[in-house]
């Protein structure tokens, strides 16, 4: 990563005694895609308003360029945001929506004309100009906006939830649309959306926002492989929750105690480890191997098949151990298991300590 | 649908015949005015022995029909400007502002609706016999704004609930002052409650009366006011006819509504 171009600097905003967003600190990079992924009410959107000047921070600073951004007005903070609901305006034409923040800046009508052009190309909505909104899908509005927000190259692009309003697979498509766009213009882009599937697709990097505190950054994968927090670990894939027993702990490896019997060493460890405490092991359900009998030497649970569900490209197998813990399990398509498992089966799960998490 | 117009048998023609009695209810002494005003007898005697205009040349003959026609004209022009300018800010503070009683101050605004108008004209005119007011285009202008701002308010609030705020923010992180994006965004959005504030607020001055009378002095008065001043004098068709020509205007204003209103929506 270069020099920071964006920076967000201890950025705290509290509504009476609620805490919305607790001291955020971010630094982006020029031309990133960087997204806010939460549940509603973890401070994202608080945070893309702060940057969009709707909302004052109650501390903390927003550098653009090593200068700060709060002492400008939102109107001339030359920063571009796609709302999540439908913000055309409504009296005016396709054209003259993507032409109102020029002629707000008084730029000579050929310009504008030539700008104009320029983003209906762009967004792919050429010959829609004369239309009004009111005429016009919510997709297509939507990309009349992203067009009306870039239109005059702001060095910043806000999201907030554009695609919360249409169907998935439109969702898709747009998702796409997006992407090509920011390739296209190399704009810096913060997104905010709730859907982890979104942001994957989507972003260079992923800020995970819980409880008005940044739990993770970092890239999809990284997120995916190393999760922070059993929040960020519930949040981006699915995942499956043992509690455990923590036996000792140290240099981010935990020896821990399943269900009282085997000890398993060299799990990765996070939070504050207490040796002889609570804890609970992650496992993803697509890394667990399905094994008829006890594996030697390797490390497995013994399970009892509760379902077995089929769901195309593959096959979700619920089960549970002998404490009662639910464990799930996801199968390839074709998996030889499957064929001759059915409900009631005693089987053994097997995974491997180093791709396993304890949150503690 | 429960009820399908289509299916209901001899049903049917009893409804269609409820809903011609009920409109002849309330157009009949309309058209029965009208009528009059063309009556060739002096006594408003129906129905007409024969037909004539020459109440509509006395009345446009006669100065002070003219006069008072104009007087209301002015009022009302005034009024309509003031009540959609006062009910705009108002509608915003209502709307936009986060403060205490905000319901309240809503409800407060809506009273000269319930109040009886008898009650309000009384108020008004002992109150501008001390500031001196009565008889004058200002005092009618007030009186007159004080009943035609809950209509303007009502409407324009209405126009501003429906019209989401985040468009307004658009316009503003689009470069306009958050002034420029109300003028140029949020207003023409909202025109047709503009537009039905400036329609109500005309016509609740053009054809008042009551407050209207307290404020009239010999020498200026609104055409309800001298409507009802010849009414009682003399029973002269003349009435009928300046009647007629206060409802054809009222007609045309509310044909005009709905036209712009198709257009608006469109």
Same mark, same amino acid.
């Given at each position: ?125 050429? #010959? ?167 594996? #030697? ?14 769901? #195309? ?48 | ?266």
């Amino acid at each position: 990563m270069s020099k920071p171009f964006l920076q967000i600097r201890g950025i705290r905003k509290e509504y009476g005694p609620v805490t919305a967003v607790h001291d955020v600190n971010l630094d982006v990079a020029q031309g990133e895609f960087l997204t806010f992924l939460g549940p509603s009410g973890s401070g994202k959107s608080t945070t893309l308003y702060i940057l969009a000047g709707f909302e004052a921070p109650t501390r903390g600073d927003i550098l653009l360029n090593g200068e700060t951004l709060l002492s400008t007005p939102s109107h001339k903070r030359n920063i571009g945001m796609v709302f999540q609901r439908y913000t055309l305006f409504p009296h005016l034409t396709v054209g003259e929506n993507i032409a109102f923040p020029l002629k707000v800046r008084r730029l000579p009508k050929a310009e504008i004309d030539a700008k104009v052009r320029d983003m209906l190309k762009l967004v792919r909505l050429e #010959g829609f100009e004369d239309r009004k909104p009111a005429q016009m899908s919510g997709g297509q509005q939507q990309r009349v906006a992203l067009a009306r927000a870039l239109a005059y190259d702001p060095p910043v692009l806000l999201m907030d939830e554009p695609l919360s309003a249409l169907d998935k697979k439109l969702r898709e498509e747009i998702q796409h649309e997006i992407r090509r766009i920011h390739q296209q213009t190399e704009v810096t882009i913060l997104y905010v959306t709730h859907d982890q599937e979104e942001a994957l697709r989507l972003s260079d990097r992923i800020a995970v926002f819980s409880k008005g505190v940044i739990d993770q950054i970092g890239t999809g994968p990284e997120l995916y492989a190393n999760p922070a927090t059993r929040f960020v670990a519930e949040f981006i894939g699915d995942s499956d929750f043992l509690p455990c027993d923590l036996v000792t702990a140290a240099n981010g490896k935990a020896e821990i105690a399943l269900a009282g019997t085997t000890v398993i060493p060299n799990v990765p460890v996070h939070g504050k480890p207490v040796a002889g405490g609570k804890a609970a092991l992650m496992l993803r359900p697509e890394r667990l191997r399905l094994m008829r009998s006890a594996p #030697g030497g390797a490390t497995a649970v013994p399970v009892t098949i509760s379902d077995i569900t089929f769901l #195309g490209n593959n096959i979700h197998v619920a089960t549970e151990t002998a404490r009662g813990d639910a464990l799930a399990v996801r199968l390839p398509f074709g998996h030889e298991a499957i064929s001759s498992l059915s409900r009631g089966d005693s089987v053994w799960l097997g995974f491997d300590p180093a791709s396993a998490h304890v949150f503690c | 649908m429960l009820l399908n117009f289509d299916r209901l048998g001899w049903w049917k023609l009893v409804l269609i015949g409820i809903t011609l009695l009920t409109a002849a209810f309330l157009l009949l002494p309309i058209l029965f005015i009208a009528a009059l005003s063309f009556g060739s007898s002096q006594w408003l005697i129906f129905p007409p022995p024969g037909w004539t205009l020459k109440w509509y040349q006395e009345l446009l003959a006669d100065p002070r029909w003219l006069e008072s026609a104009w007087t209301s004209f002015q009022i009302a022009i005034i009024v309509t400007v003031l009540s959609v300018l006062l009910g705009l800010v108002t509608s915003f503070g209502l709307t936009r502002g986060r403060f205490m009683f905000r319901e309240a101050l809503k409800a407060l605004f809506l009273t000269p609706m319930i109040l009886p108008v008898v009650v309000l004209a009384v108020a008004l005119y002992a109150f501008f016999l001390q500031i001196g007011l009565n008889g004058t285009l200002t005092g009618f202008v007030i009186s007159h704004l004080v009943l035609a701002l809950p209509f303007s308010i009502l409407s324009i609030t209405n126009a501003l609930e429906g019209f989401d705020k985040s468009i307004e923010d658009a316009a503003v992180l689009c470069g306009a002052s958050p002034f420029e994006a109300k003028i140029r965004v949020t207003l023409p959005a909202i025109s047709h409650g503009i537009f039905s504030a400036a329609i109500f607020s005309f016509l609740t001055s053009w054809d008042e009366v009551v407050v209207a009378i307290f404020m009239a002095s010999p020498t200026l008065q609104t055409l309800p006011v001298k409507v009802w001043a010849t009414l009682r004098q003399d029973l002269t068709p003349v009435v009928a006819a300046a009647s007629t020509l206060l409802i054809l205007l009222t007609v045309l204003l509310m044909v005009l509504v709905a036209l712009v209103r198709k257009g608006l929506k469109s």
